[in-house]
């Protein structure tokens, strides 16, 4: 296999330049052992066009930065070697993000929007103690709150989402997933009203169609059709009881 000569058919476009129309750019490579796309690219922007953007930070699948669209799916360039991919290899960025130019995207500033609509910090009362021993937590729960945390914050869930390319205040699976981690945290003291006004929505967990590209396309294989449910089933148990007490108040119920 790493005889092959492979090709590339790489978006090319840079906002800065508006008067440089979108295109692709076609660049040959010979593969060698173990080479991954992120590899590719280096080698590519090394010997044949330095002004290609993409982005990495890592190379170790841990800071989600280079993830894009790879022969039509969304995918980490650092995880996904050429051996699997056919000869013709053709890349995008990821839609739904900003684009900052060619195949880099701006996922930081979409997150940051995220941790602030949800609230993605713990809310508590109580005042913190750096003498103090740390609470102990049971070790299912904190096996439950690490599961959902493995979230690198890459945007391969966003951009398969058909719902998150088509209405831009959906949360998508990266959101609810951050939603149903403090939901099992026991140190979050926020009310099911107060998660409902959060993720009780359409831009919530009520705008997923069921089509579960995040689930087959999460390069940490996070279980996020599970976590959808279990935040769903919360938000309508909420949903009903403080539409009884509405009833109750009203005299209806």
Same mark, same amino acid.
């Given at each position: 296999m790493a005889d092959r000569e492979l090709t590339f058919e790489i978006f090319r476009y840079n906002p *800065? =330049?508006? $008067?440089?129309? @979108?295109? %692709?750019?076609?660049y040959k490579l010979k593969e060698t052992t173990g080479m991954t796309i992120f590899v590719a690219l280096n080698m590519i922007r090394e010997e044949q066009d330095p002004s290609l953007m993409f982005d990495f930070v890592c190379r170790a699948a841990i800071c989600g930065s280079c993830a894009m669209i790879i022969?039509?799916?969304?995918?980490?360039?650092?995880?996904?070697?050429?051996?699997?991919? @056919?000869?013709?290899? !053709?890349l995008f960025p990821l839609p739904?993000?900003?684009?900052?130019?060619?195949? +880099?995207?701006?996922?930081?500033?979409?997150?940051r929007h995220?941790? &602030?609509?949800? #609230? +993605?910090?713990?809310?508590?009362? !109580?005042?913190?103690? @750096?003498?103090? #021993?740390? $609470?102990? %937590?049971?070790?299912?729960?904190?096996? #439950?709150?690490?599961?959902? #945390?493995?979230c690198i914050e890459c945007g391969c869930c966003i951009a398969g989402c058909a719902t998150a390319n088509i209405r831009d205040e959906f949360l998508g699976a990266a959101g609810i997933n951050r939603v149903a981690r403090f939901m099992v945290d026991p140190r979050d003291e926020r009310t099911p009203e107060e998660y409902f006004e959060v993720v009780g929505s359409e831009e919530g967990a009520f705008g997923c169609m069921g089509l579960m590209?995040?689930?087959?396309?999460?390069? %940490? $294989?996070? @279980?996020?059709? %599970?976590?959808? *449910?279990?935040?769903?089933? =919360?938000? *309508?148990? &909420?949903?009903?009881?403080?539409?009884q007490e509405k009833k109750i108040k009203m005299g209806i119920g």
């Open positions: *800065a =330049k508006p $008067e440089i129309k @979108p295109r %692709m750019q076609t022969n039509g799916r969304p995918r980490l360039a650092c995880k996904t070697l050429t051996s699997t991919l @056919p000869r013709t290899i !053709k739904v993000f900003k684009l900052i130019g060619d195949l +880099s995207v701006d996922t930081g500033t979409w997150f995220l941790s &602030i609509r949800t #609230e +993605s910090w713990v809310h508590t009362s !109580k005042t913190f103690d @750096p003498t103090k #021993e740390e $609470e102990r %937590m049971d070790n299912k729960i904190a096996l #439950e709150i690490y599961e959902a #945390e493995r590209a995040c689930d087959d396309n999460c390069p %940490m $294989e996070l @279980p996020l059709q %599970m976590q959808l *449910a279990f935040v769903r089933r =919360k938000i *309508a148990s &909420i949903g009903l009881g403080i539409k």
